[in-house]
């Protein structure tokens, strides 16, 4: 009830496509949905979150969207880059606590 | 955004020495710190959580006596491998919670000979 499955695990688009990931959780506990974007060698980066309140959520080419019926959460990246290509995890916390669940993770490859 | 910084950023030892990774949140509190390690192409495994004035609370199946941690300050937080091994060889991520995020440090590449 801990998990938060990712998919895909791997992801090639090109250039100027949209690129999508979903997460999918099972302990409606959770009220924290984020998403980290990793460079090889790097920490990860908080891309963006959102909170179960609201279904759509939009910074830049970037936005999430939450099912909490469904219990699902996804990211679109609208227009990619190559720079975008990176691993992106999604994950998720509960009420303050700030121990996030992590999911496996999708390996991006941006196509130019 | 908030940063934590971490350091080093690599350390290559040889086996059964020990090492000390820090991690600092550089412009902000933080009362609890995060501890992981990453294997490649893996996601991110928590180990423990820093407190800091008290004990940190370790994950299930993390030697407490081989990660010691040690939340000194506010701001610091210190990972200190003890009889590094080869299997030790990881990269090693802390983060620090502001508001609703979590800050990621830049990692620590540990490589043991």
């Known amino acids: 009830q801990q998990q938060v499955k990712q998919s895909p695990q791997s992801l090639i688009v090109q250039k100027g496509g949209i690129s999508i990931i979903n997460c999918a959780y099972e302990n409606t506990a959770f009220d924290y949905f984020p998403w980290y974007q990793q460079f090889p060698g790097k920490g990860p980066a908080l891309l963006i979150a959102i909170r179960p309140d609201v279904s759509e959520k939009k910074e830049g080419r970037f936005t999430i969207s939450f099912n909490k019926s469904a219990k699902q959460f996804s990211l679109h990246i609208m227009d990619s880059q190559p720079g975008d290509s990176a691993t992106y995890f999604c994950a998720a916390s509960r009420g303050g606590n700030y121990q996030l669940i992590w999911g496996a993770g999708t390996k991006l490859i941006i196509k130019p | 955004g908030a940063v934590v910084s971490q350091h080093p950023s690599r350390v290559i030892c040889k086996s059964g020495t020990s090492v000390k990774i820090e991690c600092r949140s550089l412009?902000?509190?933080?009362?609890?710190m995060f501890w992981y390690r990453q294997f490649p192409k893996q996601s991110l495994m928590l180990m423990a959580t820093s407190n800091e004035g008290s004990k940190a609370t370790y994950e299930q199946g993390v030697e407490k006596d081989k990660f010691l941690i040690n939340h000194a300050s506010l701001t610091l937080s210190t990972l200190t491998v003890t009889s590094a091994h080869p299997e030790d060889s990881s990269f090693y991520i802390c983060?620090?919670?502001?508001?609703?995020?979590?800050?990621f440090g830049p990692g620590t590449r540990l490589t043991v000979l």
């Open positions: 412009d902000f509190q933080a009362t609890t």
């Open positions: 983060s620090a919670p502001l508001m609703d995020t979590q800050y």
